[in-house]
């Protein structure tokens, strides 16, 4: 999978889909060749047009050659202050107060398998045959400065995945500025670029735009990957569609700040870097330390956006998640928020639990509240124990009745934060994330723990861990909301302020890794306000995320769409909700909303408080016919059909099964009108062999047909927020 061409110089990265060709020009300068299709052998090395630029690109000290220059050719990992004026991957102040560095190519290693980062979620493998890593080491050699730039090239994905780790290999401490995971340089601009900006229940708007000249910057600088974007940059060719053509996607694994951007140069060459954020981070290198940065998946498809989307599925369902429940079926769940919200008692949770099993529900989630003296969201938050007001009799009642019922018990946690007005913080004010005596911003009457610190992520780990121990629970919404302001930690000296939200992030992640190891039978969900830290770092640890606290079927037909760009639906949770709706006010039909959470991990979120003859109907029948079609909807190949992004009055999307025997076909209506065009929709990922029979039609249609052809939508879907589902399967 990986060709070192010494004669060449050049490193050939390749599996069946695609090729990565990187190569050193002048023995010194890494620079890059190609990322697309798959070609058997590179040969057009050494080849970028020598032109004498010289005057405003400056030629390098090391090799003065009029017609190469730093500032025009395409990069690997492009530094700052000797020549080249794009944006950097990274940028080091050293302790002389200089800032230039100058990497030139050292070595290389390739070995089978990915060895995983320490500390940091990472795609993995399962035997070493499946993938090859191929690490170059950069030294400066002024500043002694060395930069390992990782490849993992894996046999079965169109997808490469980088990192990168600085060493100081000098006598004086340094200080990275910028220190991004990868970069790469592509020769053209004929680009638009997909993005997911949003906000608190508005998530993952799908966004396509041309490339502009200049710099481009999508990021976070709120402590987590956010609602407002992702650690993404999608790149596509003005003609490519869901099933057609060219698009390359950088997605980091990483859900703190992050900084993802695109330069089009003066010539027109497009640069994409991604890392964590430059803005507020600073990291302080000590003679022989190094700094690792996050992972950056790549992946690549010629089949258009849909063929982007099945790679990065594939990849996280079977090379992120870890874990006993990765390719286990998920429960359906009923969560009492919204019935309750924090207004409950054991009694009236077993009326829910009740209900809910009589639907056929399997896992009942208790939410926010029952823990500390919190009957609202201004208390109690660091004081995991239980709610003595609540429940007189502990929690174990409660989830013994619920586990007789042959349902699961899950619960909340919002274990990152703290209340002003808590235990935790009476004992230990200092342990907030602060910039020494600024006042505290308030969010939601909460502030956040320092994670960093190993006693305070200690504190929440060992409760977390007593109350784990006691109470046999088998679910837990992780939930976090707010994001970070006064940026600073009590634990750091003043030179090392600026690690404090990265030392957070890995803080985080230890304290996960160090919960999902102690109680690998828990299935945990990802949630932060919604779908605030949506990001395959989170993933790496909690295989299932919240959407959106939006649960309107309308809005979330959009978000689940612009979602399923880059996760699969069995990592998206969504619930049936009440009518109207009580984030939007809008009345759906059951059916649609329905539909649209079986589109990803289906829940109630109703309020089962009280039973309602027609509704629990409804739902009963969809519940069947979710556990009937479950492993398909949660494990089949996910393609969407029409997008509501182009047409706002209507989206369509299909599950094929990976045998292609079997298929639904969902279609939504948002906004119907009078005497609408017939609308045809055409299938996707269906065998051209084979013959499928569509519900209960006694006609047998070739996959052929279905898919170039198509299915009228008959009768048409004539109102408002209605769907329909179709059931295809070939005769046994
Ligand atoms: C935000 C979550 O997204 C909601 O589902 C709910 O768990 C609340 N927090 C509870 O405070």
Same mark, same amino acid.
């Given at each position: ?157 169109? $997808?490469? +995945?980088? @990192?990168?780790?600085?060493? !100081?290999?000098?006598? /004086?401490? &340094?200080?990275? %500025? ?118 950056? $998946?790549? +992946?690549? @498809?010629?089949?258009?956006? !849909?063929?982007?989307? /099945?790679? &990065?599925?594939? %990849? ?417």
């Amino acid at each position: 999978m990986i060709i070192w061409n010494a004669e060449q110089q050049t490193f050939h990265l390749c599996n069946q889909h695609i090729s990565y060709v990187l190569g050193i020009e002048h023995q010194r300068y890494l620079v890059h060749c190609y990322w697309g299709k798959r070609v058997a052998t590179f040969n057009q090395y050494h080849d970028y047009p020598k032109l004498d630029r010289s005057s405003f690109s400056p030629t390098p000290a090391t090799w003065p050659d009029r017609t190469f220059s730093l500032d025009t050719v395409l990069q690997e990992f492009p530094g700052h202050g000797a020549g080249d004026y794009r944006e950097p991957a990274f940028e080091v102040r050293y302790a002389d107060g200089t800032q230039v560095s100058n990497l030139h190519y050292l070595s290389h290693r390739i070995e089978q398998g990915k060895p995983r980062l320490e500390g940091l979620p990472n795609t993995w493998v399962e035997t070493s045959d499946e993938a090859q890593t191929l690490t170059i080491t950069l030294a400066d050699p002024i500043t002694h400065l060395q930069v390992e730039l990782s490849y993992t090239v894996f046999r079965d994905h169109p $997808v490469i +995945a980088r @990192s990168t780790r600085f060493i !100081n290999q000098g006598e /004086q401490p &340094l200080r990275l %500025l910028r220190a991004l995971s990868c970069a790469v340089d592509f020769p053209d601009s004929n680009y638009q670029q997909i993005q997911f900006p949003g906000a608190w229940a508005r998530e993952r708007q799908l966004h396509r735009q041309p490339l502009n000249p200049g710099i481009t910057v999508l990021d976070s600088k709120r402590g987590a990957s956010s609602t407002h974007q992702q650690p993404f940059i999608g790149l596509v060719r003005p003609e490519t569609t869901e099933m057609h053509g060219e698009a390359w996607a950088l997605h980091l694994v990483y859900s703190g700040n992050f900084t993802a951007r695109t330069e089009v140069d003066a010539y027109q060459q497009t640069r994409l870097l991604l890392g964590i954020n430059p803005h507020g981070f600073g990291w302080q290198l000590q003679p022989n330390e190094s700094f690792q940065t996050p992972e950056a $998946v790549m +992946a690549w @498809s010629e089949n258009g956006l !849909n063929g982007l989307s /099945q790679a &990065l599925h594939r %990849l996280y369902r079977d090379n992120l998640v870890r874990g006993q429940h990765r390719h286990q079926p998920r429960p359906i769940l009923a969560n009492n928020w919204e019935s309750t919200y924090f207004d409950f008692n054991e009694e009236k949770l077993l009326t829910f639990a009740r209900n809910a099993k009589q639907l056929g529900v399997e896992l009942l989630m208790l939410d926010d509240g029952w823990f500390g003296e919190r009957n609202d969201d201004t208390s109690s938050l660091g004081d995991w124990f239980v709610n003595q007001k609540k429940f007189p009799q502990g929690l174990r009642p409660l989830i013994d009745k619920v586990h007789q019922q042959e349902m699961k018990f899950g619960l909340w946690f919002e274990p990152e934060m703290i209340s002003r007005r808590s235990d935790l913080f009476a004992q230990h004010p200092d342990w907030v994330i602060r910039a020494g005596e600024q006042l505290l911003s308030e969010g939601r009457n909460q502030y956040i723990l320092d994670l960093g610190h190993a006693e305070v992520r200690d504190n929440i780990l060992s409760q977390m861990s007593i109350f784990l121990e006691k109470h046999p629970i088998d679910y837990i919404k992780w939930d976090m909301n707010r994001n970070m302001t006064e940026v600073g930690s009590s634990a750091m000296p003043p030179e090392q302020q600026q690690e404090t939200a990265h030392r957070y992030m890995l803080g985080l992640y230890a304290l996960l890794d160090a919960l999902t190891t102690r109680f690998p039978h828990i299935l945990f969900e990802c949630c932060a306000g919604g779908g605030g830290r949506f990001d395959p770092g989170m993933l790496y640890y909690m295989p299932q995320a919240w959407v959106s606290d939006n649960t309107d079927a309308a809005s979330r037909v959009y978000i689940q769409h612009a979602t399923s760009l880059l996760y699969p639906p069995i990592m998206q949770c969504a619930h049936v909700s009440e009518v109207p709706n009580h984030q939007m006010g809008r009345s759906t039909s059951i059916g649609m909303r329905g539909a649209v959470a079986m589109s990803g991990n289906y829940g109630l979120m109703l309020n089962l408080m009280h039973q309602d003859a027609e509704r629990d109907r409804a739902v009963t029948e969809q519940i069947a016919f979710y556990k009937q079609h479950r492993q398909l909807l949660q494990f089949g190949t996910f393609w969407r059909l029409a997008s509501p992004w182009q047409h706002p009055d209507f989206a369509a999307w299909m599950f094929v099964s990976p045998d292609q025997h079997e298929a639904l076909v969902m279609a939504f209506s948002l906004v119907s009108s009078a005497s609408a065009p017939l609308r045809q929709l055409k299938l996707a990922g269906l065998d051209i062999q084979a013959r499928y029979l569509i519900d209960e039609s006694p006609t047998e249609i070739g996959g052929d047909e279905l898919m170039y052809r198509g299915i009228y939508i008959d009768p048409p879907l004539n109102r408002d927020y209605v769907s329909r589902i179709w059931h295809l399967r070939c005769r046994q």
